[in-house]
């Protein structure tokens, strides 16, 4: 495993991937009733922004600092509140991770489970939770999560699954994830991010879903460049099984706005920087 998230650190894909986690674990707490997030590629848990990784790149100032600083409607101000009050949090200088994301908005009746395998992730990850009874941090290999870890105690509750995407075979293994969750844990909100390269290969992805007769299964994206090439991130999206009804409402406020803040490409229209797909056949 060569991939490390520290280069990439409060980037455009980790804020549009942050957004809808916090408004997922933010529905979640509208129930009295105990949730569990998994996270099954889990990284570091909080970034150092002044790293020399993040300093390399200067991803974040065209992704997080970005939205921060734009103007923004109050609509959308409620969308990405949530989000906004875990990066506030989080000490200054760093950026906070799927897993610190999700564990500042839980609450004391909740759990999080966290998987990193990487030799050197991982140690950093335990040290970020070391002492919190509410989570807890596993060094094995995320894939099994789905298969072997679920349903979780509690019946509710969010997979996020976010692998590195470093051979050709991550697509394929989600969608075999999704249906090891469809047959152990039916009701589960199941969140797949995958990045935008070329839009034929993500598309074709998207069709073998869309053909597989889930009930209910909502596609996000959002694009910065034009997506026709295979060697740059040109944006990213999330399917999202058995999402929140008020979830598609949410995104047709958020992801024009969204668009428009972080596109990096002169000439890219807003209205062409996003979409959002029913892939279940329900209307």
């Given at each position: 495993m060569n991939y490390r998230h520290a280069y990439h650190a409060g980037?455009?894909?980790?804020?549009?991937?942050?957004?809808?986690?916090?408004?997922?674990?933010?529905?979640?707490?509208?129930?009295?009733?105990?949730?569990?997030?998994y996270d099954t590629h889990a990284g570091l848990g909080r970034y150092n922004l002044a790293s020399v990784e993040a300093g390399k790149t200067g991803e974040a100032e065209l992704g997080v600092a970005k939205?921060?600083?734009?103007?923004?409607?109050?609509?959308?101000?409620?969308?990405?509140?949530?989000?906004?009050?875990?990066?506030?949090?989080?000490?200054?200088?760093?950026?906070?991770?799927?897993?610190?994301?999700?564990?500042h908005l839980m609450r004391k009746q909740d759990r999080l489970a966290l998987y990193e395998l990487h030799?050197?992730?991982?140690?950093?990850?335990?040290?970020?939770?070391?002492g919190d009874y509410q989570t807890r941090v596993q060094h094995l290999d995320g894939w099994l999560a789905a298969g072997a870890h679920t349903p979780p105690k509690e019946a509710r509750g969010i997979m996020l699954i976010d692998p590195p995407f470093e051979d050709g075979h991550d697509f394929d293994r989600m969608i075999d994830?999704?249906?090891?969750?469809?047959?152990?844990?039916?009701?589960?909100?199941?969140?797949?991010?995958?990045?935008?390269?070329?839009?034929?290969?993500?598309?074709?992805?998207?069709?073998?879903?869309?053909?597989?007769?889930?009930?209910?299964l909502l596609n996000a994206e959002l694009v910065v460049k034009r997506p026709n090439?295979?060697?740059?991130?040109?944006?990213?999206?999330?399917?999202i099984a058995n999402p929140p009804y008020t979830l598609r409402e949410e995104l047709n406020t958020l992801l024009p706005w969204?668009?428009?803040?972080?596109?990096?490409?002169?000439?890219?229209?807003?209205?062409?920087?996003?979409?959002?797909?029913?892939?279940?056949?329900?209307?």
């Open positions: 980037n455009f894909a980790d804020v549009f991937k942050h957004i809808i986690l916090a408004r997922l674990v933010d529905y979640m707490k509208g129930k009295e009733k105990a949730f569990r997030i939205v921060l600083s734009a103007t923004v409607s109050p609509a959308v101000a409620e969308i990405i509140a949530p989000w906004k009050e875990a990066v506030a949090a989080s000490p200054e200088g760093t950026y906070p991770g799927s897993p610190a994301v999700a564990r030799e050197e992730d991982h140690p950093v990850l335990a040290s970020n939770f070391a994830a999704l249906e090891k969750c469809r047959k152990r844990w039916a009701g589960g909100t199941v969140a797949l991010w995958y990045p935008v390269k070329k839009r034929d290969h993500t598309d074709e992805w998207l069709g073998t879903l869309q053909t597989m007769g889930f009930p209910d090439d295979p060697k740059s991130l040109n944006g990213c999206g999330m399917v969204l668009a428009g803040v972080l596109r990096q490409q002169d000439g890219l229209k807003a209205s062409d920087g996003f979409r959002i797909q029913n892939l279940s056949g329900r209307s």
